[in-house]
């Protein structure tokens, strides 16, 4: 058990339709990661954010959004989903600077019909 | 751009065999290098953490090791075991964490 959670474990949308992914990190974590996992794919970044602010962003584009509030919670949120955006999506907290492990949750599936 | 490539993609092995799995990585200026284990279905357990200035880390029957010049780590796992079978994810992480991922060995070991 890593301390990271997220919500809801699996979720089943319609195109077109909006999204709201939960996670909450481990305590004392003040950065969370995104990633979105494709089936057989490796993980892919989304965004990160440190203290509350967008701290990098991969290739994805606006209508993949986020947020992160103080009390180690996190939300990802995509707007007119997509076939494509069917996947895993994975949060992972960490204390920022190097030598630091990223913890992960269990994960969101979403399909998108 | 950090790519980052696993070979090979499935591996299938006995009971028993010592194993290397295979991590390159195109940028060698990375901050750490970590290894994963995904059962199916499921998130990311962490197996070990090599920082850019150590060249190994062990855990148990795990071995990892780092080239950063080369851009290449190698996860050894002795006395392979059933419950070992997963898919296997190394990252390279460049930026203060973000880690690019590679699409992961999936081992089999046959009882």
């Known amino acids: 058990e890593t301390g990271v959670t997220q919500s809801p474990t699996h979720l089943i949308k319609t195109r077109g339709q909006q999204v709201t992914l939960r996670c909450s990190s481990q305590?004392?974590?003040?950065?969370v990661s995104w990633y979105q996992q494709a089936l057989g794919q490796g993980p892919q970044f989304i965004f990160q954010?440190?203290?509350?602010?967008?701290?990098g962003r991969g290739n994805f584009p606006p209508r993949f959004s986020g947020l992160q509030v103080p009390n180690y919670s996190s939300e990802l949120n995509v707007n007119a989903l997509e076939l494509d955006d069917s996947a895993l999506y994975l949060c992972?907290?960490?204390?920022?600077?190097?030598?630091?492990?990223?913890?992960f949750g269990p994960g969101t599936r979403l399909t998108v019909t | 751009k950090q790519e980052v490539t696993q070979i090979p993609a499935a591996l299938s092995v006995p009971e028993g065999e010592n194993l290397v799995l295979n991590c390159s990585f195109t940028?060698?200026?990375?901050?750490?290098l970590q290894w994963f284990r995904q059962d199916p279905g499921k998130g990311l357990t962490s197996l070990l953490l090599?920082?850019?200035?150590?060249r190994e880390q062990t855990s148990g029957r795990l071995n990892a090791s780092l080239d950063k010049s080369s851009g290449r780590s190698t996860l050894y796992i002795a006395a392979s075991q059933p419950g070992d079978s997963a898919t296997y994810l190394c990252?390279?992480?460049?930026?203060?964490?973000?880690?690019?991922f590679g699409s992961g060995t999936k081992l089999n070991v046959k009882p």
């Open positions: 305590s004392g974590h003040n950065t």
């Open positions: 090599i920082q850019s200035s150590q």
């Open positions: 954010y440190y203290r509350e602010e967008e701290n």
């Open positions: 992972a907290s960490s204390v920022s600077g190097s030598s630091y492990e990223q913890y």
């Open positions: 940028d060698s200026a990375i901050y750490n």
């Open positions: 990252a390279a992480e460049n930026n203060f964490n973000k880690f690019y």
